[in-house]
């Protein structure tokens, strides 16, 4: 069955960075766009960025790019977030998710898998 498990959440300083993992099974990785999103206590789901398939492709929400990296590495089935300057706004769950259709041109933006969700908490 397809299972998503995050991982490298944890707790950060301000102006800190950490890589989140995100490792994929059950499904045919490589075909897939992934993406990560996340939900700060109090605020809804918010979309960081997207990355299609092959890795050429990547979209971000409204101003993630300068700080977020999304990446992954297909030899391992591993989805990646690298964040960089992290300060109090980016403490939240966060979730990877994939793509309900496979081998598309374009994320359509409709999940149907998600992870359990890893906890980043910005502290001094």
């Known amino acids: 069955q397809v299972q998503l498990v995050e991982s490298g959440g944890g707790f950060v300083q301000p102006g800190g960075s950490l890589r989140l993992s995100c490792t994929a099974s059950?499904?045919?990785?490589?075909?897939?766009?992934m993406y990560w999103l996340r939900q700060a206590p109090g605020k809804g789901l918010e979309c960081i960025a997207t990355?299609?398939?092959?890795?050429?492709?990547?979209v971000y929400g409204d101003s993630m790019e300068d700080r977020f990296t999304i990446s992954r590495d297909n030899t391992k089935n591993i989805l990646y977030l690298q964040l960089n300057s992290v300060g109090s706004e980016d403490m939240a769950v966060y979730y990877c998710?994939?793509?309900?259709?496979?081998?598309?041109?374009?994320?359509?933006?409709?999940?149907?898998?998600w992870g359990q969700g890893t906890q980043v908490t910005v502290s001094s």
């Open positions: 990355i299609k398939f092959d890795g050429d492709i990547t």
């Open positions: 059950g499904f045919t990785f490589s075909r897939v766009w």
């Open positions: 998710a994939k793509d309900k259709d496979t081998g598309l041109a374009y994320p359509t933006y409709g999940l149907d898998y």
